[in-house]
């Protein structure tokens, strides 16, 4: 598959078959993540592929009430969601079915191998994200190559000591991401929703000089 096609079509899985993903798929796909770049090439990122039937079910447990929380948020107004209300339905049926995904890959980093420059700003940090999430990407897109579905998400960092409990993680290492992977049930998706590039990319100054595509 030609690289444009992948990026254009890899929209969130919510919806999984049952059947299994073999280890030697899983691990080619894990194996695009090592491309990523990372600050001074610490490469901080460590994946732990949950398989364990009572491990995922336990995951879903700690992700359920965050996710009707925030679902909560949506139907009061108070969160945002860009885009059809489509998402909300089938982010509450994958939230409701999340042990039945064949593959959680939980996503974490080593803190000493992140290299955040902004933290001592007046603001959220935000950079060291970029040597975790750039990885991540490569695995989503990897997935899609072999006709796999993902979805990233990130709810569960709300409770991450459990989730370090329940797997085992050190305590220098954090939790970035999970990440759901298995055989999607509906067709991938034609087209993304998602802002012209005249919106977001600018020339030489912020909000001037639109690059249009
Ligand atoms: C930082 C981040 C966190 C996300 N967290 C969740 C999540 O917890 N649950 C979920 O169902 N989707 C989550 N998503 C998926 C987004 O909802 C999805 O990327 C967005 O709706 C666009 O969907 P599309 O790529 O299918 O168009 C997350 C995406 C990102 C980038």
Redesign the pocket.
Same mark, same amino acid.
């Given at each position: 598959m030609e690289l444009n096609e992948i990026m254009r079509t890899?929209?969130?899985c919510?919806f999984y078959k049952p059947d299994p993903v073999s280890d030697e798929i899983l691990a080619k796909v894990l194996d695009a993540a090592r491309w990523g770049p990372s600050g001074g090439n610490r490469q901080p990122l460590r994946f732990i592929a949950v398989r364990d039937q009572k491990k995922k079910t336990a995951l879903k447990n700690l992700y359920l009430p965050i996710?009707n929380s925030y679902l909560e948020g949506v139907n009061a107004g108070k969160n945002r969601v860009?885009?059809r209300a489509k998402?909300i339905d089938d982010?509450d049926y994958?939230?409701n079915h999340l042990d039945e995904v064949p593959i959680q890959l939980v996503v974490c980093a080593r803190l000493d191998d992140v290299h955040p420059t902004d933290v001592e700003l007046d603001r959220l940090s935000i950079v060291g994200g970029a040597s975790i999430y750039p990885a991540v990407q490569n695995v989503l897109l990897a997935a899609r190559e072999c006709g796999l579905g993902t979805? $990233? *998400?990130?709810?569960l960092c709300v409770v991450e000591p459990q989730v370090k409990a329940l797997l085992g993680i050190p305590e220098d290492v954090s939790t970035a991401?999970m990440v759901t992977i298995g055989w999607p049930v509906n067709a991938f998706?034609k087209k $993304? *929703?998602?802002r012209p590039l005249a919106e977001f990319a600018f020339t030489d100054h912020y909000n001037e000089g639109a690059i249009e595509s």
């Open positions: 890899n929209g969130t919510r996710w860009g885009g998402i982010a994958f939230a979805a $990233l *998400t990130t709810l991401a998706p $993304l *929703t998602r």
